[in-house]
């Protein structure tokens, strides 16, 4: 079993930035962000593997959005800098247990946390 807990959310201008964690307890797996605006599905945002060796990022993230992990605190992190009003959304990690390729797809992960609310004021 595995527990996530995100923080760190908040209201922010637009430009400024922001840092999410997701704790993590339990053994150690990817960990991937994703957000959902209202009336919108969830959308892939970065994954980092167990090693934290190897990142991936759907490609309208990249550049503005980092995701990185500690290890030793079982803590993954996504930096976001520039944020625009359409970054607001709730934001969730969540624990992908069986190694996949699909690293983009709700479906693939096994365990979520309960989501951080993001507000960007313009």
């Known amino acids: 079993q595995v527990q996530l807990v995100e923080s760190g959310g908040g209201f922010v201008q637009a430009g400024g930035s922001l840092r999410l964690s997701c704790a993590a307890s339990?053994?150690?797996?990817?960990v991937g962000w994703f957000r959902q605006a209202p009336g919108k599905e969830r959308d892939f945002i970065a994954t980092?593997?167990?090693?934290?060796?190897?990142?991936y990022y759907a490609d309208s993230m990249k550049g503005r959005f980092t995701i990185t992990r500690d290890s030793a605190k079982n803590t993954v992190y996504l930096q976001m800098n520039s944020l625009k009003p359409e970054d607001t959304a709730v934001y969730y990690c969540a624990a992908l247990v069986v190694p996949t390729a699909r690293w983009s797809l709700v479906t693939s992960y096994d365990y979520w946390g309960q989501g951080t609310q993001v507000t960007v004021s313009s």
């Open positions: 339990g053994r150690r797996y990817a």
């Open positions: 980092i593997t167990w090693s934290g060796v190897s990142t």
